[in-house]
């Protein structure tokens, strides 16, 4: 069970716009704790996608954002591409148990 | 370019202890600015943070696992190791190494390494 919640699944068409979001408690989101997002292909390692709540890292499409508001978080693909369909992880800090992930959002494009 | 290598043993019997080292390269983990740590998804799950450690050997653990693990670092290798005790079928997982960048009061998991299938079995 994880400390923070995210839909098992999102999808689209190409180019339409996809929000996935990342749910959490006064522990962590909610008492100010930033949120990251990680995205992960199949059989490979997370990649960093957005820090600090809306920070893109370099070489991270423009099309990728992130917005926090009180005990949740969003990531948003805008102009979704066929090259987006993967997992995607948010991730925060707890109060009580320090490093915390979502449990998963896989995006599929139709 | 920072690189992390996980290694170790892909098969660890129940009851005894997996230990795996993350070998870093384009990068110190002596530097003051990141701690370095462990990250494991079990098959077709999520990911679960392990613990971090720093360049002085400074150590967080989940709390979850805090009984079973013990991250060390090893400077003069540029390495850092995990060991987790009396494992059971639900330590299966792939292992990350990843390093955690601090900037403030802000931190996140900017590098990773390919990950490593530890599989607990007899």
């Known amino acids: 069970q994880s400390v923070l919640t995210q839909p098992p699944s999102v999808s689209g068409a190409p180019g339409q716009r996809v929000t996935i979001s990342c749910t959490g408690s006064s522990s962590n989101i909610g008492a100010d704790y930033d949120v990251h997002w990680y995205q992960q292909f199949p059989g490979t390692a997370p990649k960093l996608l957005i820090y600090?709540?809306?920070n893109r890292p370099s070489g991270v499409p423009a099309r990728f954002s992130g917005s926090k508001s009180g005990t949740s978080a969003s990531l948003v693909i805008s102009g979704l591409q066929a090259e987006d369909e993967a997992d995607y992880y948010c991730q925060s800090y707890d109060s009580y148990f320090n490093y915390v992930f979502g449990s998963g959002t896989a995006v599929s494009v139709l | 370019q920072l690189q992390l290598q996980e290694s170790g043993p892909g098969l660890v019997k129940p009851s005894e202890t997996l230990s795996l080292f993350c070998s870093v390269s384009?990068?110190?983990?002596?530097?003051?600015?990141?701690?370095w740590g462990w990250i494991r998804q079990p098959p077709g799950k999520g990911l679960e943070w392990i613990g971090s450690i720093n360049y002085s050997g400074n150590t967080y653990y989940n709390p979850s696992l805090e009984s079973q693990v013990t991250i060390s670092v090893d400077l003069s290798k540029n390495q850092f190791s995990l060991n987790l005790r009396s494992v059971t079928a639900a330590d299966t997982a792939v292992y990350y190494c990843?390093?955690?960048?601090?900037?403030?009061?802000?931190?996140?998991?900017?590098?990773w390494g390919r990950g490593t299938l530890v599989t607990v079995s007899s």
């Open positions: 600090g709540n809306e």
């Open positions: 990843a390093r955690r960048t601090r900037i403030a009061v802000v931190d996140w998991f900017d590098s």
């Open positions: 384009g990068g110190s983990v002596s530097s003051t600015n990141y701690y």
